[in-house]
Every structure is written in C-alpha cells, then in structure tokens.
C-alpha cells in the first residue's frame, strides 16, 4: 500500500496571497527570511491580510539559507510564549523549512531534534496549530511537501525531516512574489526542481499517481527555465507551477541519492568558506547519479521514458540516457553552473562561496560518503549503493569524470 498527500488547499495564480484573508484562527505567527519578502512589500501585504482576517499577528524573522538546529529551538521558543494557532511561513525553502520544524517543537515541546529526524516518526501535528506556507522561489516546493531540511552546523551535516504530518495544510503559489528572484537563484531553485522531478520518476517509491506530476514537470523546466532565467516573466510564472508539480511528485515517491550526496556535502567544507548551494549540488551531480543508476535495467527504462516526453534523441535506452545526461550539463552551462565540485568557486560568479581543497575533499570523504549512504533519500533511489560506491561516484562529482561501475 502506498499514500499520496497533498496540502487540503494549493492556491495558485497571481493574486493567490490574498487567500491569508481568509483564514480562521486568533492568533498567526509569520516565519520569514533575511529580507526580501519585506523588501518587496509582501510581508506587509501578508501581516495586513491577516489581521484583516482578524488575527493578532507576530513576526519571526531572519531565518537564515540553510536554517540551523538553533533557529529552528529559538522559533519553536517564540511559538510556545505567543501561543499561535495558525504558523505561516513566507519566504523560500528556508523559512518554511524552519517553520516546519518549529511547527513540531511547539507542538511537543519535549521532542529532540534527533527525533525529529526519525523518518515518518512525527506524532500527530495541528493540536495547537495549522500551517499555511507561501512560496517566493520556484525550487524547493516545500510548500507542498511532506519534508524539511534543517542543518547541524556543528556535525556539517544537513537532516531531512520526512513525515506527511508536515505536510502543510494550505500552500500559495503566487507567482508574483518569484518574480523577485534574482538571476543566480532562479538557476538554483530551477535545477533543485528539475532534480526533485527526475529523482521521483525513478524512484522505487514512484507510482501512476507521481509519474505524470514528475514527467509534465520536466516537460515544463525544460520549456521555460533558461527563459526564466533570461528574464521573461511568463516564463518565470510557468517555472513556478512547475517547481510545485516537482514536489507534489517528490513528496509521494520520494528522491534519491542527488539528494543523499547534496545534504551531506552542502555544509561539510563551511569552515574553508566553501559552501555548496544545494541547487548548484543537485545540478553538478544528476548526471553522474543518472549514469551509475542507469546500470540497472529498470531505472535506463525510466530514464529513456523522461527522454522520450521530452522530445531528446535516441533509439535505444542507453542512447536515450544519454542524452538526458547531455541535457542536464547543457543546461548547467546554459545558467553557469559548474558542472563538478573542482569547479565551484573557480567562476567568479561563484567566488563568494569559496573552493572545495582537494585535499580537505578527499581527506573527509570517507565520512561524507558514510553519511550518504545513511541518508534518508538514499532507500528510495533506484539502485543500491555501499559506501566504497558513494566514495567513488562522489569522485566522479568532484573532478567530472566518468561513471564506470
């Protein structure tokens, strides 16, 4: 038996913000980032829809990218004294990430955070409050998703929490509040999606009621992200129903080892300044991830089945593979994208997350690919792999070199 959950409500199309004025509660807690969304003015426009609807309303703000174990135990503080019924996250994947997380402190406020991360182990949420969350980027699609990602910043480790409780109740799409993203994010985010979007097609968890979520989602990134990130704005409004169609997949059928290799390498060089942005990861590593699972039967037939939608050359499976490898770097390079580990930060685009040193590369990568292994994405991808594999393939990322074994 498989589940398929989604938000009770997904409100999408320019405008969607306004439904804040509808819901029905006392009190709201508004969880947002380092700025934007006030920048802009939706914040305010957010806060003034609440409290049209007759909310008393509080701001936490200043989530960070990436949000830490200590944020998420601050919010979860904030929550417990100001005793909110509705929780409402605005932002990108961070503050809902965090919101999230602080949604189930508060709701058992004896919980730790190792068990938290305990994989569909989180009891019964919205005794105390419900989630509305409300997307800025077209990436993480955790408006709708059944995951958060919080980072330990003193293990440089990145946890995904997994359990449909944190499914939010009610997601806004409003392209109107991505338009503000700046050029390096929409490359990101739109890598992130296409990634959710392949992960869940050929994951062993996929189902008839993903598929066609996943395979029109990869249709669509592949019609409009360059475009978006260019500048056109229908595009970046298509790109944002696309992201979500990525996540409504990924949350049910669940991700692979892009993911696995992306949460365990993120913030494992911080201290060298070498942050990897987690789309920039995803982008780097999907082809070589495509080309190991793709040594197993059913995962090439998936693979050439995204081909075929698509409209990308070939007549056999490999072939077809192939060109599916060939799409994603071309489109690394279509939005300046390293396409290896070895490469970030040698770009000046990139030059303010610093270099990975080969050297600290190799030196911790017995551990990282340890952790990789024991990820949560990792069960679902569709082909096994043992640490000395991760190692290798990890190898691969680093230097882009080829994937035989």
Not at 186 to 215: K, W
Not at 350 to 362: H, I, Q, S, W
């Amino acid at each position: 038996m498989q589940r398929f959950t989604l938000p009770r409500d997904i409100y999408h199309g320019k405008g969607a913000l306004e439904v804040l004025k509808t819901l029905k509660g006392k009190k709201a807690i508004v969880c947002v980032g380092g700025g934007s969304m006030k920048k802009f003015g939706f914040l305010d426009r957010a806060v003034a829809y609440l409290e049209e609807a007759g909310m008393e309303v509080k701001l936490f703000e200043g989530i960070e990218p990436d949000p830490s174990v200590t944020t998420v135990m601050k919010g979860a503080e904030v929550m417990a004294e100001f005793q909110p019924d509705w929780i409402v996250a605005i932002g990108g994947g961070s503050p809902i990430d965090a919101a999230k997380a602080m949604w189930i402190k508060y709701e058992y406020p004896e919980i730790t955070f190792p068990e938290m991360c305990k994989v569909f182990g989180i009891p019964d949420l919205r005794q105390k409050a419900h989630f509305c969350a409300v997307s800025s980027t077209s990436g993480t699609a955790t408006e709708v998703t059944a995951f958060s990602v919080i980072t330990d910043y003193e293990k440089g480790i990145k946890y995904p929490l997994a359990d449909f409780q944190i499914t939010p109740d009610v997601a806004i799409v409003d392209p109107e509040l991505a338009e503000t993203m700046p050029k390096k994010l929409v490359a990101h985010t739109g890598m992130d999606a296409l990634t959710h979007a392949v992960e869940a097609y050929v994951s062993t968890a996929n189902s008839d009621f993903t598929d066609p979520l996943a395979l029109h989602a990869i249709k669509l990134i592949k019609e409009h992200l360059v475009k978006s990130y260019n500048g056109d704005m229908n595009s970046r409004a298509v790109m944002h129903n696309a992201q979500c169609l990525a996540g409504e997949a990924f949350s049910n059928a669940l991700l692979g080892i892009v993911h696995s290799m992306a949460h365990k390498t993120g913030a494992a060089f911080d201290d060298f300044g070498a942050h990897i942005i987690h789309g920039a990861a995803n982008a780097m590593y999907l082809p070589k991830v495509i080309a190991f699972n793709a040594k197993e039967e059913t995962a090439e037939k998936r693979y050439a089945e995204i081909a075929d939608h698509i409209g990308l050359e070939g007549t056999t499976a490999a072939e077809k593979t192939a060109s599916l490898i060939k799409f994603v770097r071309d489109l690394n390079d279509a939005l300046n994208i390293p396409q290896c580990i070895k490469n970030y930060g040698a770009d000046s685009y990139y030059t303010e997350n610093g270099f990975v040193p080969e050297n600290v590369f190799l030196e911790r990568l017995p551990e990282i690919a340890k952790n990789a292994v024991g990820d949560a994405c990792t069960g679902s991808n569709p082909r096994a792999i043992d640490p000395d594999q991760m190692s290798a393939l990890l190898k691969c990322c680093f230097y882009d070199t080829e994937v035989d074994f």
